[in-house]
C-alpha cells in the first residue's frame, strides 16, 4: 500500500501540472463527473486553408478493414484526455497515451485555439476554438472532439485539473526549475484575481504562484511573445511538465493528496488504478516519455464570425503521428486506401 500511496502521489504530481501519470487517480478521493453528449455537436474535418467543413462519415465495414481502427482494437494501450481548468476553460488540453507492454508514455498537447466548427456554436469567433467545448458541453464533448482531431483515437479516461491545484502542488514539491525562454512582462488588472507576470530570460525554479504566471503567459504589454506564438507557449509547458515530473520522482509527498484532492477530478477506478501503478512505478522521464505537439499552423483570420487567432491542425500529418503511435506502416494504410 505505501508503494502504491508513493506512485499515486507522484502521478497526482503530474496530473496538476497536466502532465503525464492522470490514470493512478484514486477514485474514492476523486469527485466522478459524467455528462452527456450534447447531439449538436457535428464533428468535422477541414481542408488546409480552413475552407471547408463537411460532415464525416463513419462506416462499419470501413472500420474493419482500416488497418489503424484494427491497431486501436489490438493495442495494449491505454489512452487519458488531461486539461488543466482557467476560467472554466480548457487552458492545457494533452493527449497521453501509456503504452502497457512498453511502459512508456506519449503525450500530445493540443493548442487550445486549434480551430473546431460545432454547429450552432459559431459566434462568436472564440465559440469555433477547441477550447470553448468545454463550458458549453462538459469534458465527455472535449473527449470526443480530442478524439475526432486525432484520428477516432480511443480516450479511455478523463483527468481535469484547475490552476489552484497547479500552485499547491508546485509547493508542496519544494518549486519547479525551468529555464524561462524570453523575458516575460504582462498585466491585466481586468482579471480576478489580477494578473502580473514578470520574469527574465534564464534559469529560475518556480515557487505555485510563479508556476502559474508562468504556464498562462501568452504575450508581454507590447504585444510581443513567444516567436512561434502558441506553439512557444507549449514548448514552455512541456519543458515545465518533464522538470516536475523529474522533481516529484525524487520528493516524498505524503502531503500533496490533502493539500490538492479538491482540484482534481477523475473517472479513473480504483481496481485500473492499481494497475497502471505498477506500470509506471520505474519510469524514467528522461527516456520514457516524449512530449510532442499536433502538427499544423497558426492563422489570423475570418471564419465567418470576426477575425481571430486560430491553429489549424494538418490531418495528413496527425495521421501519421497516430499511425506511427500505434506501429502503423504507411504502405498498410496506402493499401488499405487503394
Avoid at 512498453?102 to 459566434?123: A, C, N
Avoid at 481496481?271 to 516519455?289: F, R
Wanted: glycine share 6%; proline share 4%; net charge negative.
Amino acid at each position: 500500500m505505501k508503494l502504491f500511496l508513493k506512485i499515486f502521489a507522484i502521478a497526482l504530481a503530474c496530473i496538476l501540472l497536466a502532465g503525464a501519470a492522470g490514470w493512478i487517480a484514486y477514485d474514492k478521493l476523486f469527485y466522478e463527473e459524467t455528462k452527456e453528449l450534447e447531439e449538436d455537436i457535428v464533428n468535422v474535418d477541414e481542408d488546409q486553408d480552413g475552407n471547408k467543413d463537411v460532415e464525416k462519415e463513419e462506416k462499419e465495414d470501413e472500420k474493419e478493414k482500416d488497418p489503424l481502427k484494427e491497431a486501436y482494437e489490438n493495442s495494449n494501450r491505454v489512452n487519458f484526455l488531461l486539461v488543466g481548468i482557467q476560467n472554466g476553460m480548457t487552458d492545457t488540453i494533452i493527449l497521453t497515451s501509456l503504452d502497457r507492454d512498453t511502459k512508456k508514455v506519449d503525450m500530445i498537447s493540443i493548442p487550445r485555439d486549434t480551430y473546431y466548427w460545432r454547429k450552432g456554436y459559431d459566434r462568436p469567433a472564440e465559440e469555433r476554438k477547441v477550447n470553448a467545448a468545454y463550458p458549453d458541453h462538459g469534458i465527455e464533448a472535449t473527449k470526443k472532439i480530442v478524439s475526432d482531431i486525432l484520428m477516432d483515437i480511443p480516450i479511455d479516461y478523463y483527468v481535469k485539473v484547475d490552476y489552484r491545484g497547479v500552485e499547491k502542488i508546485v509547493d508542496a514539491i519544494g518549486g519547479v526549475k525551468v529555464d524561462i525562454p524570453i523575458n516575460m512582462n504582462y498585466d491585466d488588472e481586468w482579471d480576478k484575481p489580477e494578473l502580473h507576470i514578470h520574469f527574465s530570460k534564464g534559469p529560475k525554479i518556480l515557487n505555485g504562484q510563479e508556476a502559474i504566471e508562468f504556464l498562462r503567459f501568452r504575450k508581454n504589454n507590447d504585444g510581443t511573445g513567444y516567436p512561434d506564438g502558441d506553439l512557444g507557449r507549449i514548448k514552455a509547458q512541456q519543458q515545465f511538465i518533464k522538470s516536475a515530473i523529474n522533481k516529484a520522482l525524487s520528493f516524498k509527498l505524503p502531503s500533496v493528496i490533502q493539500k490538492s484532492i479538491k482540484h482534481v477530478k477523475t473517472d479513473v477506478n480504483l481496481k485500473d488504478a492499481i494497475l497502471y501503478a505498477s506500470d509506471v512505478s520505474n519510469l524514467d522521464v528522461s527516456s520514457d516519455v516524449s512530449m510532442i505537439t499536433i502538427p499544423g499552423y497558426d492563422k489570423y483570420t475570418d471564419k465567418g464570425a470576426g477575425k481571430s487567432s486560430y491553429f489549424f491542425h494538418d490531418p495528413k500529418e496527425v495521421k501519421k503521428v497516430i499511425m506511427n503511435l500505434y506501429g502503423v506502416e504507411e504502405e498498410e494504410q496506402e493499401n488499405k486506401e487503394e
